[in-house]
């Protein structure tokens, strides 16, 4: 019987079809990726480079670029992959505000997610870590009694991990020396940074559940204070 009504409830549900527009400008470089989605089964069509400093002059052309080069266009994107940091303030903001310009007015989901998640995701681990600069790691780790959860590390900060994960992915350099020192005996997995393309095939089943952000209340997920809040007045908020 339950299984009987699970399927009935499977094949009454709507399938979502069309277009998803990956965006990560979060990193060094970025990357926009335009895939077909039907169900969670999901087709790359294509995937352009965004050298950085250029994401907000080269973004929004990049996009139409990429979906005249498919021979299709936005009227049948019906979701974006947005990649909400952390990483870059200014690219974390210029990918965000393509996306809600984008989705704004129109039958577009947004669906935010995390690059450390996205990393984590593409390499097959449960944790990753990505470079902060400043001698800090932005962490996707395993805590005690509070899950998986997100923060910015230093040396001292990760000696605190306990335990220690068995293995986490990376992607960067300066990652790897801050981990190598603090835990000497996990299994580091160096690859390539993730891509938009890993973040729609990541958020695929999301957007088959129609797991869309509010784009009043989508914000960046930084883990870190901007320079202004640091340097500016006494007691500036952190953003998180």
Known sequence: MGATAEAAGLQGRELVRGLVL????????????????????????GQAELAGRTYSARLIATISELLAGSGTSLAEVV???????????????VGLSAAKGLAEGRPIGVVPVS??????????????????????????????????SELLA??????????????????????????????????????AAPTAADAIALCAPRVAARQYADLILLDGHYLRRSDAEIFGEPGAPARC
């Open 22 to 45: 990956g965006i990560d400008t979060c990193g060094p470089t970025g990357t926009v990726a335009l895939a077909r989605l039907s169900g969670e089964a999901v087709e790359v069509l």
């Open 79 to 93: 979701a974006i992959a947005a990649v909400n940091g952390p990483g870059s303030f200014t690219g974390v903001r």
């Open 115 to 148: 690059r450390l998640e996205v990393l984590a995701f593409a390499a097959g681990t449960k944790f990753a870590a990505l470079d902060a600069h400043r001698q800090e790691v932005f962490l996707r780790v395993e805590q005690p009694g509070q899950g998986i």
């Open 154 to 191: 230093g040396g001292q900060e990760l000696m605190k991990v306990v335990p220690p994960p068995v293995r986490v992915a990376y992607c960067d350099a300066a990652a790897e020396g801050l981990l190598r020192s603090a835990w000497p005996a996990s299994d580091l997995v160096r690859v």
